[in-house]
């Protein structure tokens, strides 16, 4: 009979497993604390267990678990894991380093299918959705990794490899354990969920009450230029995504942001400036201004500080809401996608 993966689980049916076999009910609470508060990804770790409980459940279930394969770490702190999972995938998680503490950068997808011409994973194609198990690990391990600084793990985002909307329900049930009382415990809006821009899946985040932000990756005002760099635009022009962002903000009073990477002579002229303040009219929203992480492709390069310094000021005096994005792990495979495809 094969073995169940536990982190796919719900609480009920794993009380029903224990009491089926011998167990007393309360086991079932300690099993799924040591799963979803401790982290754990193995049964030999849950120590108040009695040993042949915990042979009872190894012989019927297994930790989707993700083994480190290899990491790097940058001058800067910030340090970047490359995880092989149960099934010989690759996946990349990020912790970087902020003021008194950390955010953890996440993947929801081994590859991605969206194919955004600027991002080293759209090259590695799509592979599978990662699962809530999978995702919630890369959080654990974060989380120890920056108390082990002594530091806190502060902020989640879900910027990683793969479109997280695409893999909605595991992503949706990792968030779900991290923010439950019998989970993590962290508060729903230290994490954001980035998107390429799907109106459906926004839609369904506005409708379902995820409590959490959004960021959606926009990078260019224009159809043209942004269907040039993202394919998904072809599908969902910014008409489309524009509509579904209004939609949110009128049904969660959240305000998202949009991420816009800068790249030279392609999205960063004062014409480009004046489309996104226009587009940004139409809805509360801030503006993220990412510094690109060169990845040696040879279309793209990172804009020059007079062309950033003069984007901001534009818009800024457009009343606009814009933080810049410094680059972090300038010295490593930083840009999302890169070590994993080196792996």
Request: net charge positive; with cysteine; proline share 3%.
């Amino acid at each position: 009979m094969a073995k169940e993966n536990i982190r796919a689980c719900s609480a009920e049916e794993i009380a029903a497993f224990l009491t089926a076999n011998g167990e007393k009910a309360f086991r079932g609470k300690q099993v799924w604390q040591w799963i979803w508060q401790r982290g754990v990804t193995g049964f030999e770790e849950m120590t108040n267990l009695p040993k042949v409980t915990r042979q009872k459940l190894e012989e019927a279930f297994y930790f989707d678990r993700l083994h480190a394969e290899r990491v790097q770490e940058a001058s800067d702190g910030t340090r970047k894991t490359a995880w092989r999972t149960v099934d010989g995938e690759v996946v990349e998680s990020v912790l970087i380093p902020g003021r008194e503490k950390y955010t953890v950068c996440v993947s929801s997808q081994a590859g991605c299918k969206l194919g955004c011409k600027f991002c080293a994973t759209g090259g590695l194609g799509f592979r599978r959705d990662l699962t809530r198990g999978e995702i919630f690990q890369q959080i654990t391990a974060a989380r120890e990794e920056a108390e082990a600084r002594g530091s806190l793990l502060s902020n989640i985002v879900f910027m990683g490899m793969g479109e997280p909307l695409l893999n909605y329900g595991h992503v949706t049930g990792a968030i779900g354990r991290v923010t439950a009382e019998d989970g993590l415990g962290m508060s729903p809006y230290r994490i954001t969920i980035s998107t390429a821009g799907l109106p459906e899946g926004i839609r369904r985040l506005a409708d379902e009450g995820t409590r959490c932000n959004l960021a959606v990756s926009l990078h260019s005002a224009k159809d043209s230029v942004r269907s040039a760099l993202m394919p998904v635009n072809k599908a969902y022009p910014l008409k489309a995504l524009a509509e579904s962002l209004k939609y949110f903000v009128e049904r969660t009073g959240t305000r998202p942001t949009l991420e816009y990477l800068l790249l030279r002579g392609i999205n960063d002229s004062p014409e480009d400036a004046k489309a996104l303040a226009v587009y940004c009219r139409q809805f509360p929203v801030k503006i993220n201004l990412i510094e690109y992480n060169e990845t040696g492709h040879p279309d793209f390069h990172r804009s020059p500080e007079r062309n950033r310094d003069e984007f901001i000021r534009y818009l800024e005096g457009c009343n606009m809401v814009v933080n810049l994005r410094h680059s972090k792990g300038k010295d490593i495979d930083a840009a999302c996608g890169q070590l994993a495809g080196k792996v």
